[in-house]
């Protein structure tokens, strides 16, 4: 599903990732681990297509997305690739629903194509009910789930998340944690999650460890 050969990335004198080998199957829950600096976030953005490697080829899906045109990467993000970050990220003067939809405007469909995806996944997220409550109305753990929904929407091989439990409670938190595995159980996404959270690292399929932009 995903594969990384010696992918290396500097900014300016500082090379962040030194040559990262990396597989990835399909359906697999992979947590990231290791000290701030250690390089976590540049290569899961590296791998999201969000930022290109200085040398070094990425595979997604079977795509050599490093070969892709800016334009064909964009689109290629779009329909396989969702993103969960630390903070929600959601528009506040939208509703849950439209958070969702977004991405899959961005995609090209109707809006009412769009509009039952998005109902279809927030039912299945357990939140139909906050359908039209906007940011300010939710909880943390339900603003967090609506982003989940957000990345699910385009039906993505690919679910990187960042720190994605890093501002909730412990219960939101766990609730957060199974919902992963829930979804891969259900749709067999692929997830790759930077995480601090030790817990959440013990119970993914494979823990991946930096240091010093090395994998250890």
Request: aromatic share 6%; glycine share 8%.
């Amino acid at each position: 599903m995903i594969e990384l050969k010696n992918i290396t990335k500097s900014f300016g004198s500082l090379q962040v990732l030194k040559g990262i080998d990396l597989e990835i199957s399909k359906g697999e829950v992979v947590s990231i681990v290791g000290p701030s600096g250690a390089g976590k976030t540049t290569l899961l953005q590296i791998m999201g297509t969000l930022d290109r490697p200085d040398t070094g080829t990425l595979y997604v899906d079977g795509v050599a997305v490093n070969e892709l045109s800016e334009r064909k990467l964009s689109a290629f993000r779009n329909q396989h690739i969702g993103f969960v970050f630390q903070f929600h990220q959601l528009l506040p003067e939208f509703t849950a629903l439209e958070n969702v939809m977004i991405p899959a405007y961005i995609a090209g469909l109707s809006n009412k194509e769009a509009q039952g995806r998005a109902a279809e996944i927030l039912d299945l997220l357990g939140l139909s009910a906050r359908a039209l409550h906007k940011s300010n109305e939710l909880s943390g753990g339900e603003k967090q789930r609506v982003a989940v929904a957000r990345a699910l929407i385009n039906r993505p091989s690919v679910i990187l998340a960042d720190e994605p439990s890093g501002s909730l409670d412990t219960k939101n938190k766990e609730e957060l944690h199974q919902l992963f595995f829930d979804l891969r159980d259900k749709l067999q996404q692929t997830f790759v999650i930077v995480t601090h959270d030790e817990k959440l690292a013990t119970l993914t399929d494979r823990t991946i460890h930096m240091v010093d932009g090395l994998i250890v």
